[in-house]
Structure formats: C-alpha cells, structure tokens
C-alpha cells in the first residue's frame, strides 16, 4: 500500500498535468474538474500516509483530522462519474454489438477471399 500511495498521485497528475498534450479534447471545465480530483486523491494519500506512522502526537493526528476532512468535501467530484447499472447494462450491449458486427465482418471476409461459407 505505501509503495501505490507514492506512485498513484504521480500517475494521475502526469496524465492530467498537460490537457493540450495527453488530452486534446478537455474543456476547462474537464480540466478543472481534474485538477479537484487530483487534490482529492492527494489528501487520501497524505492521510494514508500519516496513518502509517508507529507513534503519533496531537500535531500529526490533526494533520490527519485535516487531511481526512479535506478529503470529504472534495470526493464529490467523483461522484459525477459513478457508474450505474444502467451503464453496466448500456455497456455490455454495446460490447455485444461489436462481437456481433465483428463476427459479420469476418465472415464476409472468409467469403470474400477463400469462397467459404461461415459453416465451411
């Protein structure tokens, strides 16, 4: 857990550092959005941190008093892009719908270079 909490929040800010370079098609609404998630994923990590220390003072349990709250009001970004059943269920049709064009796809190609028919 301590060596995903140190490269976690550098991950994501790398990919979200630079929306012009990584992300050609992020508003500046996507892009603030990003930069909020950014800090929400920060205060988690900082409090998960601070959690592992072996001994604490009231200096650092408010440091995770702080981090923790911080962490609350600012996890609602995420909220905007829970998935639901809906979703899940709009997805695998989709994904059904590729297998299927795909298999058409590549039954007309075997009649188309060999002569042979899908049960050929």
């Excluded at 959005?33 to 920060?42: M, Q």
Aim: charged share 20%; hydrophobic share 40%; glycine share 6%.
């Amino acid at each position: 857990m301590r060596g995903l909490n140190r490269v976690i929040l550098a991950c994501f800010t790398a990919a979200l550092q630079d929306p012009i370079a990584n992300t050609p098609g992020l508003s500046a609404g996507a892009y603030a959005d990003a930069r909020r998630a950014i800090r929400c994923v920060r205060y988690l990590i900082d409090f998960c941190l601070m959690a592992q220390y072996r001994s604490h003072t009231l200096q650092t349990i408010g440091y995770m008093d702080q981090y923790l709250q911080k962490f609350r009001n600012s996890v609602q970004v995420f909220s905007e892009f829970r998935v639901t059943k809906k979703d899940w269920q709009d997805a695998k049709e989709a994904s059904r719908g590729l297998a299927a064009g795909q298999l058409e796809t590549c039954q007309a190609k075997l009649q188309e270079y060999f002569g042979l028919s899908a049960t050929q």
